[in-house]
């Protein structure tokens, strides 16, 4: 769903005139990651996952599928079709890989992650 989200997010923006394709990116990236987050504030989770970082790499995917359908359509002239099936399948392949992967974007750490740490890295040393 997230991959088809961005794509359609980033179609609908590229379909009005004179928008700039940052724009496009925005909308994708806005289309993508709002079902999630709608998702979770009905679910009552305390905070949305697209704004735990250091669970996933949540956002990234979208952003990066709806910038190269941006490129794709923009720069390179590819047709909408082929450009949304490359796009698709590039946000639904780095989104499963990102799963097992222990990459995660740059983020401020908690007070608990910070005592996590400050723990593990005292065993560490004994």
């Known amino acids: 769903?997230?991959?088809?989200?961005?794509?359609?997010?980033?179609?609908?923006a590229a379909e009005v005139n004179g928008l700039d394709p940052c724009i496009w990116i925005v909308s994708g990236l806005m289309s993508a990651t709002f079902g999630g987050i709608a998702?979770?504030?009905l679910c009552q989770e305390?905070?949305?996952?697209?704004?735990?970082?250091?669970?996933?790499m949540y956002a990234i995917?979208?952003?990066?599928?709806?910038a190269v359908y941006a490129g794709l359509i923009s720069k390179l002239h590819v047709q909408k079709d082929k450009a949304a099936i490359i796009s698709f399948v590039l946000i639904s392949t780095t989104r499963v890989l990102s799963f097992n992967s222990p990459?995660?974007?740059p983020h401020w750490k908690s007070e608990s992650e910070k005592k996590a740490h400050a723990?593990?890295?005292?065993?560490?040393l004994t």
């Open 1 to 12: 769903g997230l991959g088809a989200f961005a794509i359609l997010g980033t179609q609908k």
């Open 119 to 124: 723990t593990h890295k005292h065993e560490n």
């Open 39 to 41: 998702r979770d504030v």
């Open 61 to 66: 995917h979208p952003l990066l599928g709806s």
């Open 103 to 105: 990459l995660r974007l």
């Open 46 to 56: 305390p905070a949305p996952r697209a704004l735990y970082p250091q669970r996933t």
